[in-house]
């Protein structure tokens, strides 16, 4: 019971990281980006092949990934602004590239990292954490760096252009009457929510010890985070971090072990 307890938390803080993106997406820009289901496997692919090639340190592999989606956060956000095509086309044409591109990395659909130092197994953790506390390792682990993920993410939010971005999508005529390009903040937001999503994948890529190219329910478990934290009243980013890991790491088991999602029919 306490293995099936752990690796519920373990799924949920992993997708947390990636929740607090689609909370900016979705609730701050009210932008329906489907790009994340591509960067989400690209931070994966790019940490595997560094981590198996030997030429990527594991804790490296974090703000990298973090960097590459933002990428293709902005490739979104240029699509959208620039080329003034839809908002949710633009996703789909960027998750669709990355399709390519992720396979392109990792030079395979699975590319296995067991055998290589993570963030989760070292000789360094294996020297410095207790032996009572080794089965808790990796949720310690997850909770730090979503927590770190979540105090970044609330310290930028109230900066100046932090502001901004929660004003666009609420007022975009505000921002604009400020001397502010909209398009502009827009894609600031896009880069963040997708950085978040790569930086989820490679979490995920060294909690598994592989890469796999493809994530199902990806979609539906990040979205069902935000609804949960929504539920709860807890506004300010404080319900991600709290019900959204343990429904959101509940649905990603049951999915992954039994192929359904609380709520649906059996």
């Not at 620039?82 to 086309?89: A, I, N, P, Q």
């Not at 934290?229 to 807890?234: E, F, K, V």
Request: hydrophobic share 45%; glycine share 10%.
């Amino acid at each position: 019971m306490t293995t099936i307890i752990l690796g519920i938390f373990e799924e949920g803080l992993v997708y947390a990281i990636m929740a607090l993106g689609v909370y900016i997406t979705y609730r701050i820009l009210d932008f329906p980006d489907l790009s994340v289901d591509g960067t989400f496997p690209l931070g994966a692919a790019f940490t595997a092949t560094g981590i198996a090639g030997g030429f990527i340190h594991p804790a490296a592999a974090l703000p990298l990934s973090f960097l590459l989606g933002a990428m293709a956060g902005c490739v979104t956000g240029l699509i959208h602004v620039k080329l003034k095509v839809r908002d949710l086309l633009s996703g789909i044409i960027v998750m669709t590239a990355l399709y390519s591109i992720n396979l392109r990395v990792a030079g395979k659909s699975n590319l296995p990292i067991f055998s290589k130092d993570t963030i989760f197994s070292n000789p360094w953790l294996e020297r410095t954490i207790p032996q009572a506390l080794r089965p808790y390792t990796v949720t310690i682990i997850l909770l730090v760096i979503v927590l770190i993920c979540k105090l970044l993410l609330d310290a930028y939010l109230k900066t100046r252009s932090g502001y901004l971005l929660r004003a666009v999508g609420d007022n975009d005529v505000l921002v604009t009457s400020l001397a502010k390009d909209k398009g502009m903040v827009k894609i600031i937001g896009l880069a963040i929510a997708n950085g978040f999503a790569a930086l989820a994948g490679s979490v995920y890529c060294q909690q598994k010890g592989q890469c796999h190219h493809r994530h199902p329910a990806v979609q539906t478990v990040r979205l069902r985070q935000v609804h949960h934290g929504c539920y709860h009243r807890l506004h300010h980013l404080q319900g991600l971090c709290i019900p959204g890991p343990a429904s959101g790491g509940l649905d990603a088991y049951l999915w992954k072990h039994y192929c359904f999602l609380p709520g649906d029919s059996l």
